[in-house]
């Protein structure tokens, strides 16, 4: 397709808002994206060919899946805006290897849309439901090969934050439990229309075929991994001691900190994915 005719820029963009009459819903958070250099990018964090099938999240109007349609072997996009369906109907006429399907993508059932086939998801995701979507996705052990998504740019830093940094924390543990993650490009707020109001960031999610830690109890690592984050400033002890869910008492928590070989005194944020997988083995 011609570029000048491509979503990706903003006349075809604002052209395509005003002859359908369509208003930017703040519910649904959305910011098109109008620079086809950072579509470019997130194509290449993706490693998108042609022998590549994609679940796009959140298609919008369409700029990013048309991109999607001319790199890969197919899209199925899914949107939850009504008023989205018929103009994609438009802007996506021309590639029959789209599929569009209306919906909230947390009530897909993803594994049968693409029938044990591997897939790549990619999105441009609304920044205030970016972290349910994805968690959901992982959590869910989606069998997507990785995860590809513009979300903002504070969470992406937390996603791939190591112990003792500032942005460490449960969202940090979480993800690398599942994938291991790849900052691949910082977007300005220019690059959206409408201008949301912090920075973006692309990063992929490269799912890990098995956890990197051996844990007896995922569920328990993770409401300790959530109590130790809670309360930062406190002793890991005292955090857990008095956490809803968790009967442990810091007597208890002190002597699995010293049978792993860590100081009692330590605070949560000082644990790697590794040694909360010890504690909570050491605990069971």
Avoid: W
């Amino acid at each position: 397709m011609d570029k000048e005719k491509m979503l990706s820029n903003p006349k075809e963009t604002i052209r395509i808002i005003q002859e359908n009459n369509f208003t930017f819903r703040k519910n649904y958070g959305q910011n098109f994206l109008i620079d086809s250099h950072v579509i470019d990018k997130i194509i290449d964090a993706a490693e998108i060919d042609k022998d590549t099938e994609v679940l796009e999240i959140g298609p919008g109007i369409g700029t990013l899946t048309q991109y999607l349609a001319e790199s890969a072997k197919s899209v199925t996009a899914v949107e939850i805006d009504d008023k989205l369906i018929p103009i994609l109907d438009k802007t996506l006429a021309d590639y029959d290897n789209v599929t569009v399907i209306h919906g909230d993508i947390m009530k897909q059932d993803i594994g049968a849309i693409f029938e044990g086939r591997p897939f790549k998801i990619v999105a441009n995701l609304p920044y205030y439901i970016t972290t349910p979507i994805i968690m959901s996705l992982l959590e869910a052990r989606v069998p997507a090969e990785s995860i590809t998504v513009m979300i903002q740019k504070e969470v992406a830093e937390r996603m791939q934050a190591a112990p003792g940094t500032k942005d460490y924390g449960a969202l940090s543990l979480a993800v690398q439990f599942y994938a291991e993650p790849y900052l691949a490009a910082n977007v300005p707020q220019n690059c959206f229309m409408p201008r949301p109001n912090v920075g973006s960031a692309v990063i992929r999610l490269r799912r890990l075929a098995e956890p990197p830690v051996s844990v007896k109890d995922e569920k328990l690592m993770f409401k300790l991994i959530r109590a130790a984050f809670n309360q930062r400033r406190k002793t890991l002890a005292n955090a857990v001691k008095n956490f809803e869910g968790l009967s442990f008492s810091r007597e208890e928590v002190e002597n699995a900190l010293t049978k792993i070989g860590l100081d009692v005194r330590i605070r949560g944020e000082a644990l790697s994915l590794k040694q909360f997988a010890d504690l909570t083995n050491e605990l069971c």
